[in-house]
């Protein structure tokens, strides 16, 4: 049997992460439709049952509606919910630390906004006047399919587990392997963005901190992919003690570039 070229291999192995890892998502485009309490939203009026009350932070402030999803949107998705409303909550103060997720399981259609109101503080700003939101949206929601990205901590792991496997060369770490075997895993990772508004897929982070976190405490990069790799195997895509994007928020600007969401 002719041997690959190492490049060959890494082609190879790129196209086995994809396969292994691609999973539906929910693409949200944001409209400036006028929302109902009852819609999928980011800003704006919150759905509010008559025995809830809006979460505070520690301060005891009211918090602030980030986004609210009707799950009856999400039917795409098979292992989300598809009735009741998710909402996310977050103080006004910068860096927004504080938060809360709540689910409505049963809907009171009879509800009104203007039974809502009168229920809402003056929503004062934090002490930098900021606030991730600028205004009410509406979602679009488009589905879509999303491979594993370039901020999660297993895309180099799963990478050297699939180039061992199909070239018989043990790498722990791309850097072990040929130069062009590198720079095709580096040409991937640093084009699979998943940093969108979406529902579903892989989560990107900003912040070099959040990336570390989410490694084994013992994680090290000498160590033999197949120790490391026990960790991998493990992972259950459709677990529910998986990690899982549940919703996340991209900056928006309008056409003016002025500041939007994000």
């Given at each position: 049997m002719n041997r690959l070229k190492p490049e060959e291999y890494a082609e190879l192995a790129i196209q086995k992460l994809i396969k292994k890892t691609t999973v539906p998502i929910l693409n949200i485009a944001l409209t400036d439709e006028k929302t109902t309490i009852f819609d999928s939203k980011i800003g704006g009026t919150p759905?509010?049952?008559?025995?809830?009350?809006?979460?505070?932070?520690?301060?005891?402030?009211?918090?602030?509606?980030?986004?609210?999803?009707?799950?009856?949107?999400?039917?795409?998705?098979?292992?989300?919910?598809?009735?009741g409303i998710l909402q996310f909550w977050l103080t006004v103060d910068f860096m927004w630390e504080e938060y809360e997720v709540a689910y409505h399981k049963n809907i009171d259609y009879t509800l009104d906004e203007k039974d809502i109101?009168?229920?809402?503080?003056?929503?004062?700003?934090?002490?930098?006047?900021?606030?991730?939101v600028n205004g009410e949206y509406g979602m679009e929601f488009v589905e879509d399919t999303e491979s594993m990205g370039?901020?999660?901590y297993r895309i180099e792991a799963l990478f050297c587990q699939y180039y061992t496997e199909l070239s018989g060369e043990f790498i722990s770490i791309p850097e072990d392997a040929d130069e062009e075997v590198y720079d095709i895993f580096i040409d991937y990772r640093?084009?699979?963005?998943?940093?969108?508004?979406?529902?579903?897929?892989?989560?990107?982070?900003?912040?070099?901190?959040?990336?570390?976190?989410?490694?084994?405490?013992?994680?090290?990069?000498?160590?033999?992919?197949?120790?490391?790799?026990?960790?991998?195997?493990?992972?259950?895509?459709?677990?529910?003690e998986e990690e899982f994007v549940l919703f996340q928020l991209d900056s928006h600007y309008n056409n003016s570039k002025d500041y939007k969401v994000g």
């Open positions: 759905y509010l049952p008559k025995d809830m009350e809006i979460p505070k932070d520690k301060n005891g402030r009211q918090m602030r509606l980030l986004a609210q999803i009707n799950c009856k949107d999400l039917t795409p998705l098979e292992d989300y919910p598809h009735s109101l009168p229920r809402i503080q003056d929503y004062t700003e934090g002490k930098d006047g900021s606030f991730p370039h901020f999660d640093d084009d699979a963005y998943t940093g969108f508004t979406k529902i579903g897929g892989y989560e990107i982070s900003t912040q070099l901190t959040d990336y570390l976190r989410y490694r084994p405490e013992n994680y090290d990069t000498s160590l033999h992919w197949s120790k490391y790799a026990t960790y991998v195997s493990n992972i259950d895509m459709k677990s529910d």
